[in-house]
């Protein structure tokens, strides 16, 4: 049995798109999971974010509801920044 190595150009059984597919996956190894866990945490933040806004217009607790809806709002922008840096060099 011999090691052959395969190369872009060699005749195989992948189709150009799957080729291009997987070159990108190992320029970016899971990226499409982390998008996920982006946009998932973005919106457990916002859900957050309006059940202590909730919680501040029934006027319960401000001293604690506030700086957990600063918390919350601050876990939705990271994951905003994080998901359009991650997506910045798809974009361009």
Avoid at 10 to 18: C, G, N, T
Avoid at 35 to 44: D, E, I, K, P, R
Avoid at 61 to 88: C, S
């Amino acid at each position: 049995m011999s090691d052959q190595n395969p190369s872009p150009n060699a005749k195989s059984s992948l189709s150009p798109e799957k080729y291009a597919r997987l070159k990108a996956e190992a320029k970016a190894p899971y990226k499409g999971l982390r998008n996920f866990f982006y946009l998932a945490f973005a919106a457990s933040g916002f859900i957050g974010a309006l059940t202590f806004l909730a919680r501040i217009a029934a006027g319960t607790n401000l001293t604690q509801d506030i700086p957990n809806l600063a918390l919350q709002l601050g876990l939705v922008a990271a994951m905003i920044a994080l998901f359009t840096w991650e997506n910045k060099e798809k974009n361009q």
